[in-house]
Nanobody
Framework: QVQLVESGGGLEHPGGSLRLSCQVSGVSDDYLAIAWFRQAPGKEREGVSC????????FYADSMEGRFTISRDNATDTVYLQMHSLKPEDTALYFC?????????????????????WGQGTQVTVSS
């Protein structure tokens, strides 16, 4: 059973940076897509970024690329989301999720319904 635990959220000023971590455990298959999603109050959960555990290729939602960077450390089974130039509209509960990889579609589409395993989320608040 894959388990995911997020950390690193907090309160940051506009223009600031945060790095979120997702500790992954219980993995028995290298062919896994691990993604970050976020959900703001009153809004649907949206995909932020996705990375493939087996080869490290990364994918980004159009609106996130350039400010956010996803990375992985397979030695510690941790996936990171580095966020720069934060904006108030980045305020949300950020989740990491995992799904078996069969094709890049799992990351390209980044539909929450396709992901089997979820963490509990970490709150990011961007406010002056």
């Amino acid at each position: 059973q894959v388990q995911l635990v997020e950390s690193g959220g907090g309160l940051e000023h506009p223009g600031g940076s945060l790095r979120l971590s997702c500790q992954v455990s219980g993995v028995s298959d290298d062919y896994l897509a691990i993604a970050w999603f976020r959900q703001a109050p009153g809004k649907e959960r949206e995909g932020v970024s996705c990375i493939l555990r087996h080869d490290g290729r990364s994918f980004y939602a159009d609106s996130m690329e350039g400010r956010f960077t996803i990375s992985r450390d397979n030695a510690t089974d941790t996936v990171y989301l580095q966020m720069h130039s934060l904006k108030p509209e980045d305020t949300a509960l950020y989740f990491c999720a995992a799904a078996p990889w069969y094709s890049d579609y799992i990351c390209l589409d980044e539909d929450p319904q396709d992901y089997d395993y979820w963490g509990q989320g970490t709150q990011v608040t961007v406010s002056s």
